[in-house]
């Protein structure tokens, strides 16, 4: 089947480690989003890729780093200088960009302990 | 800059009663407009969207939403609600232009009493 896989669901992570999130898809999808969903804030976008070996920042960026190497995978590393890295975060792809919707994957759930 | 505004962050309706979430947007080109709902703990699921034409579009789960150029609106409703319907639901504008991304509004929370 296709979609869109995140991993881990939950992961925890001292202060002042580095950890990736992973999100993959078989979607052939060109377009790929990392967001982050904090209670009452809704979804805020903090990098976006509409090509393969291309990525932009977001409104968030900060704190953050992505990769995008292969089509169908996009990771994102919350590095030791993002100041509040809990918080659920959501990967999702789109044929194209902006003008098509967007499939999401499950999430993934980041505590800081 | 675009933006997307949903007026109310939470919405409590009991079951069978009609329902309409607000959405405004703002944004200089032709929009492409989605709604997408939300259950806790989980991604997002697609319920319609709007890309050109017809201005009231049909979704899953018997929902449906109306594009308003005028008042730069796109509303969504659904005619009486029932209890698996609570959940969070996020109206969202696709970029045609410049970036070239989607842009959510922050989310109205939907209670649904029995």
């Known amino acids: 089947d296709g979609g869109i896989t995140q991993s881990p669901k939950y992961l925890f992570r001292k202060e002042g480690q580095n950890v990736t999130l992973s999100c993959e898809q078989n979607l052939n999808h060109d377009a790929m989003y990392w967001y982050r969903q904090d209670p009452g804030q809704g979804l805020r976008l903090i990098y976006y890729?509409?090509?393969?070996?291309?990525?932009q920042k977001g409104d968030i960026a900060e704190g953050y780093s992505v990769s995008r190497e292969k089509k169908e995978s996009f990771p994102l590393t919350v590095t030791s200088a993002q100041k509040n890295p809990t918080a659920f975060y959501l990967c999702a792809s789109s044929i194209f960009p902006g003008n098509t919707e967007a499939f999401f994957g499950q999430g993934t759930r980041l505590t800081v302990v | 800059a675009q933006s997307v505004t949903q007026p109310d962050i939470h919405i409590t309706v009991s079951e069978g009663a009609s329902l309409e979430l607000r959405c405004n947007y703002s944004y200089g080109a032709t929009p492409y407009l989605f709604w997408y709902v939300q259950s806790p703990g989980q991604g997002l699921q697609l319920l319609l969207k709007y890309f050109s034409g017809d201005t009231l579009v049909q979704g899953i789960k018997g929902f449906e939403a109306e594009f308003k150029r005028s008042q730069s609106s796109f509303n969504l409703r659904k005619p009486s609600v029932h209890w698996s319907d609570a959940a969070e639901y996020f109206c969202?504008?696709?970029?045609?232009?410049?970036?070239?991304?989607?842009?959510f509004g922050q989310g109205t929370r939907l209670t649904i009493n029995p």
């Open positions: 969202a504008v696709g970029e045609t232009q410049g970036a070239q991304k989607l842009v």
């Open positions: 890729s509409q090509i393969v070996n291309d990525f």
